[in-house]
């Protein structure tokens, strides 16, 4: 790992370390994108059986439900393939994020090698946190059918229930019920599938380098920082290390 000669400046290290913490917010609001795509097909689709139902009534119940549940399975089958796509990506960001910026300081480094077994079993976790999900959903749609075909509500405004329940939308920012519980679970994943190749390529690294430190630095938003986030700014440890970071 030897020095380069043309080495950038620290200017440049930090315009590439926020080029590479932009790329991970736009892949979480990517995973989420795909995610509410799919939820508002499946929500067309169910809201579509329920309004062309042969006669609002009871009888009918079983059928609708077995419906539901394919739409569902549907959805957990896509949405599973879409996101292990984007859990590898996040793997190779996290590596991207520790090697793209040494080599701005002018370190010249081995190629990183991708952990398949780690990735398998972070998709064998998302695959269960999808199916999760997908089974809020299903059981809390099929429940509220069901109350509807009691007669408390007509199609329409079972329609309207089943829409509140999802909380679906385009802009991000606007999501509600499953919709936006869903984002918080999926952003965390992309964030931790980031998190765990981003510390294994550093202990990697580490091996090759032994007097290489890594830093806590505060960036600032326009959010309410936590005391000890700014307490720990220019905190340098080794690498196999802990921050030191209050919870408050």
Known sequence: MPDDPRRGTKGDYVRMLDALVKQLYNLEDEAVKRAMRLLQGA??????????ADGWRLENLQNLTRQVNDIMLNFQSQYSAAFREIQ??????????????LRVSGLTLYPARLNQSVIAVLQVFSADLIRNISDQMRTT??????????GLLSPFDAQKRLSQIIGASDRLRD???????????????????????????????????????????????G??????????????????????????
Do not use: C
């Not at 929500?43 to 062309?52: A, P």
């Not at 981003?198 to 830093?215: F, G, M, N, V």
């Not at 936590?226 to 307490?231: D, E, I, K, P, Y």
């Open 43 to 52: 929500l067309s689709e169910i809201n579509s059986r329920v309004i062309t």
């Open 141 to 150: 749609i099929n429940a509220t059918i069901a109350q509807s075909m009691l």
């Open 88 to 101: 590898a990506q996040a793997y190779i960001l996290g590596i991207d994020s520790v090697d793209r910026p």
């Open 175 to 221: 999501l509600t019920g499953i919709s936006a519980r869903a984002e918080s679970q999926f952003r965390t994943e992309v964030g931790r599938v980031y998190s765990i190749a981003t510390q294994a390529r550093q202990q990697e690294i580490a091996q090759l380098a032994p007097d290489i430190r890594k830093s806590w630095v505060h960036k600032g938003s």
């Open 223 to 248: 959010l309410q920082p936590r005391s000890g986030h700014l307490a720990a700014h220019g905190q340098t440890v080794k690498i196999d290390e802990f921050f030191n970071v209050a919870p408050r």
